[in-house]
């Protein structure tokens, strides 16, 4: 980066000899290289000249810890950037790029080989413990902005690690869950997002997650790390396990699984000889695996020289910018915000002084420093700021008078701004969330500074999503999630409109926890979870709905206004389509507006949500001036999973195109004639006739059928022509047709009408 200092190169991995193949390691040798040394290293195969390679966790930061074993102890300070559920609000892959970048760099200061991030699950449900770590609902986005780290990270030497592939949805039994899920859903929804980060991020590592999909561990599913992540997708790179993720290591091994951490002391490296030994997994398998392995090493190697020191100053300046840019407005009732920069301040909760700004597990960062909201405020203001804790994080003290203190400060000010939020020991990765509530003494302390005073700012700290009560009340709410160890500071600068919000609520926050999409489906009973919702996830299961939200995905607020005029599409190159529309800030500040492309596809042959999110771009505009802005929709993003053919397909149609400022709050339309793929599932004998007479190619066939059948047996035929008959056999297999009822139908006559139809078709013959 060119904000580093420094006169000489940091450490480099040493470099692997290119010739170095696996046919030049013994059996045990290629067996201990595809499993760890130790919790963070790679075996080193002094004998060849391979060296280790060291992984860290992350993803919003480096957490190199400073021992060998498996741990949460102190690790290497290192620059703690907004975790990814507030990343993730800034709709911006090129900000996430921006922050890849910074970490990349201060992984390759610390000679780190490949940094353990981004985490893209889907939030099913809000109460996952590890939400904070992914970035959305919605794949489109949780892919794009990994696809964005992911390149950052690796524009300066270091891997990245894709993570938790796939259906890694809860905490709860995470190690050992069954997702029963349909194939459609999980194409579509969970699948989705890994896909687009690996075709468009080009990761150098991914990790498999703990969980089982329909009965199989991800760790030893050869359909999920072998015919969809390489055969379909094309990934290149190293398959490793999740930590402890590994039940059988040589079925994982056939998998496609390449490298088991932490280490197992030999245990499981013994398995493997045996196992090829004894001709139970082909050596060809394992050889593939440590060449991965040899793969991975000699990237490493390649990196060039990294700065000789980190520019903490840089990183935590460019930390503040991001954490900026990830503040939702939620609310902002008669432009109560932004704060005169000399206004009498109250400034209420223990947040405000002992920030979270980041979630607890493997992810916490030891920050390089830390701001705090409280001396930020104090620092840009000119007016009288006083403080009151109101409550503590811990739970000790006395609430009654902690929150006396509270009520009388905030009558006292001009305007009392509220910090409140989930404590640490709320949410963490290792457990889920039991409820959405703020806890019993923040939400009496709420209620009791809204009665003290009608000018109230509510700043939220939190990891996952909230309930607010009062919400209504309150005149202006600002989602400041975690935001990293400059969100103290970042949180000063929108709440002085020094920076004007732009960021957007990548998940939808529910009235209550009934209303969500997987409620009586989370987390499962008996090692089983049932995606009983399918396809409506987050604001796909509300739309579908029309069920009121306490906000919408994609909703945020600004200092200034936009205006959007008409929205147009036409045609790109690959078959899809950019859609463009001017935007204009009819405001008096520079701004920043989030432009999002809603699309759906009325009278679809198959179930779809009412819209779903297609594209999307973060463009920044001066007031009182228009924006050409230009959104891409891919061809490949309107295809939806064929379940008969296994296969995606575009389904033509007349689509309607909705762009807008949330998937509530949609501003313009347009609507596309869009051609669909010719490939259709063939015809069987376990079609439907109503399916084969909606055919298009088939129904004359079948009159023909019919009409011949009229000259031979007339009974049979009237049979056949009489309406009501046909209804009530329309979801009749044609395959069970002859013989039925005396029918004069046979087999023959069946399988040739379904042969002719599917070569009109120009669909292949199933047999």
Not at 41 to 48: E, I, L, N
Not at 311 to 322: G, K, S, Y
Not at 415 to 426: K, R, T
Not at 561 to 579: E, K, L, M, N, P
Request: proline residues 6%; aromatic residues 6%; hydrophobic residues 40%.
């Amino acid at each position: 980066m060119s904000d580093e200092n420094g006169t000489g190169p940091g450490p480099v991995t040493d470099r692997l000899d290119a010739a170095v193949r696996p046919a030049d390691l013994t059996l045990a040798e290629k067996a201990g290289l595809t499993s760890g040394a130790d919790a963070w290293r790679t075996k080193a195969v002094d004998r060849v000249g391979v060296p280790a390679i060291m992984v860290t966790d992350g993803p919003h930061g480096l957490r190199k810890e400073a021992g060998t074993g498996p741990g949460l102890g102190p690790s290497v300070p290192a620059t703690c950037f907004p975790p990814a559920v507030a990343l993730g609000a800034s709709f911006d892959p090129v900000l996430a790029e921006r922050v890849g970048e910074a970490i990349g760099t201060e992984a390759a200061i610390e000679d780190v080989a490949v940094v353990l991030g981004p985490g893209i699950n889907i939030k099913r449900s809000p109460l996952c413990g590890r939400n904070f770590e992914y970035f959305s609902e919605d794949p489109l986005l949780s892919g794009l902005m990994g696809a964005g780290l992911v390149r950052g990270i690796q524009s300066r030497g270091v891997g990245a690690c894709v993570k938790h592939f796939a259906a890694n949805n809860q905490e709860t039994d995470r190690m050992r869950v069954s997702v029963d899920v349909d194939a459609r859903t999980l194409r579509e929804i969970y699948l989705r997002g890994f896909e687009i980060a690996v075709r468009e991020g080009r990761p150098w590592t991914l990790m498999c997650s703990y969980n089982r999909i329909e009965g199989v561990y991800s760790a030893q599913n050869r359909w999920l790390l072998t015919e969809v992540l390489r055969e379909e997708w094309g990934f290149d790179g190293l398959v490793v396990s999740d930590w402890g993720a590994v039940a059988d290591r040589v079925a994982s091994i056939a998998a496609g699984l390449d490298l088991e951490m932490p280490a197992t002391g030999g245990y499981t490296d013994g398995q493997v000889v045996r196992a090829v030994a004894a001709g139970d997994l082909a050596e060809a398998d394992l050889d593939t695996a440590a060449g991965r392995v040899l793969e991975l090493v000699r990237r490493a190697g390649q990196r060039p020289p990294a700065p000789a020191q980190l520019n903490v100053d840089a990183h935590h300046d460019l930390a503040r910018e991001v954490a900026g840019r990830c503040v939702v407005l939620l609310q902002n009732t008669d432009e109560l915000l932004p704060l005169a920069t000399d206004a009498r301040l109250a400034v209420i909760g223990a947040f405000a002084q002992q920030p979270r700004y980041q979630g607890a597990g493997s992810s916490r960062i030891d920050p390089t420093r830390l701001e705090d909201a409280l001396t930020e405020i104090r620092a840009l203001g000119t007016g009288e700021v006083t403080y009151a804790p109101g409550f503590t994080l811990d739970g000790a003290g006395d609430v009654t008078a902690l929150r006396a203190e509270a009520v009388r400060v905030a009558a006292g000010a001009e305007v009392a701004v509220l910090f409140l939020g989930l404590p640490p020991e709320a949410e963490s990765e290792g457990f889920d969330r039991e409820h959405l509530d703020l806890p019993a003494e923040q939400v009496a302390l709420l209620a009791e500074v809204l009665a003290a005073t009608e000018n109230v700012v509510l700043v939220l700290s939190h990891g996952g999503v909230v309930h607010v009560p009062q919400a209504e009340q309150v005149p202006a709410i600002v989602d400041a999630s975690l935001l990293g160890q400059a969100g103290g500071g970042a949180t000063a600068d929108v709440l002085f409109g020094r920076v004007n919000p732009s960021a957007r609520l990548s998940e939808t926050v529910p009235l209550r926890l009934a209303d969500t999409p997987a409620f009586g489906n989370f987390p499962g009973e008996n090692g089983q979870v049932r995606y009983g919702e399918g396809q409506l996830v987050g604001y796909r299961w509300y739309d579908a709905r029309t069920m009121p939200v306490a906000f919408p995905f994609g909703h945020g607020l600004s200092y200034t206004t936009f205006s959007y005029g008409q929205a147009s599409v036409v045609t790109a190159d690959d078959g899809g389509w950019q859609v463009r529309v001017p935007v204009t800030n009819t405001g008096g500040r520079l701004g920043r507006e989030v432009v999002q492309v809603y699309v759906s596809l009325p009278g679809s042959a198959v179930s779809r949500p009412p819209r779903e999110l297609k594209g999307f771009a973060s463009v920044e505009i001066p007031p009182g001036q228009t924006a050409e802005v230009e959104v891409a929709v891919p061809r490949s993003a309107l295809a939806v999973w064929d379940v008969r053919t296994g296969s995606w397909w575009v389904e033509g149609g007349q689509y309607l195109v909705q762009v807008g400022a949330s998937s509530r709050d949609l501003r313009t339309s347009a609507t596309v004639e869009l051609p669909g793929d010719g490939l259709q599932a063939p015809l069987t004998r376990e079609s439907s006739l109503a399916e084969v007479l909606a055919d298009r190619h088939a129904a004359p066939l079948v009159a023909q059928a019919v009409q011949q059948l009229a000259d031979q047996v007339p009974a049979a035929a009237g049979l056949l022509q009489d309406e009501e008959m046909m209804t009530l056999m329309s979801s009749f297999p044609v395959g069970r047709l002859p013989g039925y009822g005396g029918l004069p139908i046979t087999e023959q006559l069946v399988d040739d009408l379904l042969s002719a139809a599917n070569a009109a078709r120009g669909t292949p013959e199933v047999g």
